[in-house]
């Protein structure tokens, strides 16, 4: 999970965050540097002075942030995924031969199979 921990400098006035107390999304109103503390409003219009550690920053817009990067194969936005979420486009894919489903199924039941024995000769 995201857990930035945000100082009073990376804070700014109209700054969408979450205050972490409630979860519930707020807007910073106004900064109080000497007290340390920023001034928040949630969407019912109440307000409350905290600590910015108490919040993390929100991203309204998702992807906003992230770098863009072009798919090489249909020009798509990748964003920082290593998959293309329109054509399926893989950049660790393309270029090794990808195990077949029935591996990774015949692997999942060895782990399985050895959890559940660890499990049961635990128990005696
Ligand atoms: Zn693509």
Redesign the pocket.
């Known amino acids: 999970m995201y857990d930035a921990r945000m100082e009073l400098f990376d804070c700014a006035v109209g700054q969408r965050v979450r205050y972490k107390e409630n979860g519930q999304p707020a807007t910073i109103k106004q900064l109080w540097r000497a007290q340390g503390q920023i001034e928040l409003e949630f969407a019912n219009g109440q307000r409350l002075r905290v600590a910015p550690r108490l919040v993390e920053p929100l991203d309204d817009a998702v992807g906003v942030r992230k770098p863009k990067r072009p798919?090489p194969?249909?020009?798509?936005d990748?964003g920082d995924a290593a998959r293309?979420p329109?054509?399926?486009?893989e950049y660790r894919q393309a270029k090794t031969k990808r195990a077949p489903v029935w591996l990774w199924v015949l692997v999942i039941l060895i782990v399985i199979g050895a959890l559940v024995a660890w499990k049961f000769l635990g128990a005696r």
Not at 73 to 76: K, V
Not at 86 to 89: A, K, R, S
Request: charged content about 0%; some cysteine.
């Open positions: 798919c194969q249909c020009g798509a990748m293309c329109t054509c399926g486009f």
